[in-house]
């Protein structure tokens, strides 16, 4: 059996449009509800909400989304796990905004640098 690392990873989103059932404007097969998120890294998924969460998401709320690895399975869980609230909602959202954009900007430390990273694949 190969050796496998598995990494426990979280990723905070903002909720753009909530699909609930119970919605006069969507029609469903089920009573699962998904939200559209826009990611911290500027990524636009749709996830699955949490049965525990149903009817609390609003739009702009802040949100964990639990990309742990399904069990047996390579690809991540996706749902929404959590919702932040308050200054904790603004501070973890600043400072992966924050983040990204130190990331993404061109700096001369980082123009010229070659890495050997392993990016994630985007998964959605």
Known sequence: ?????????????????VFSPKDRNVESIDNTTQAMLEMWD??????LVEPQLDGKLKKDSVVLVDYRPMQDKAMPRM??????RGETAK???????EHHKKRNSPTPTNV????????????G
């Open 1 to 17: 059996m190969p050796n496998v690392t598995v990494i426990l990873m979280y990723h905070p989103g903002k909720v753009v449009e």
């Open 42 to 47: 500027d990524n636009l998924i749709t996830v």
């Open 79 to 84: 749902t929404v796990v959590k919702i932040l």
């Open 91 to 97: 501070s973890t959202w600043s400072k992966y905004r």
């Open 112 to 123: 010229n640098r070659v890495t050997h990273e392993v990016k994630q694949p985007y998964v």
